[in-house]
C-alpha cells in the first residue's frame, strides 16, 4: 500500500507501516500545497492519504476520488503513539474513495 502522510504530521508515524511504502508530503515535494492540489496529485499515485486537518472534508469535494483518506484527531506524537493499532487499522480498512475519522 503507499501512503501519503500530510505535513504537519511527525514523521515517526511512518513506523506504524512498515511493510508499506509511506510518502511525506515533503519527500514528495509537495509541501506548502493548497489542499485542493495537494488531493488532485495524490489522487492515482497513492492509495490512502494521513492527515490531521479536520477541515478537509468540508472545504474540498471529496465524491468521485480513488484517493481514501484517513483524519487523525491530533497531529502530537505521543497522543498517536498510543493510537498506533487504531491508525493501522484504520489505514488498512480504507477503500477508494472512503473517508475515516480515528477518534481518540
Do not use: H
Not at 465524491?63 to 493501522?88: D, F
Request: charged share 25%; glycine share 4%; hydrophobic share 40%.
Amino acid at each position: 500500500m503507499k501512503i501519503l502522510l500530510d505535513e504537519n504530521l511527525p514523521r515517526p508515524l511512518r513506523q506504524f507501516f512498515p511493510a508499506d511504502e509511506v510518502t511525506t508530503v515533503q519527500e514528495a515535494g509537495w509541501a506548502g500545497c493548497k489542499n485542493g492540489d495537494l488531493l488532485a496529485r495524490a489522487e492515482g499515485r497513492y492509495d490512502v492519504f494521513v492527515l490531521a486537518d479536520k477541515n478537509l472534508r468540508y472545504q474540498q469535494n471529496l465524491s468521485n476520488r480513488q484517493l481514501a483518506i484517513v483524519e487523525l484527531p491530533t497531529n502530537r506524537w505521543p497522543v498517536l503513539k498510543q493510537m498506533a493499532s487504531r491508525i493501522v487499522t484504520a489505514a488498512k480498512n480504507a477503500r477508494p474513495g472512503t473517508y475515516t475519522v480515528v477518534t481518540e
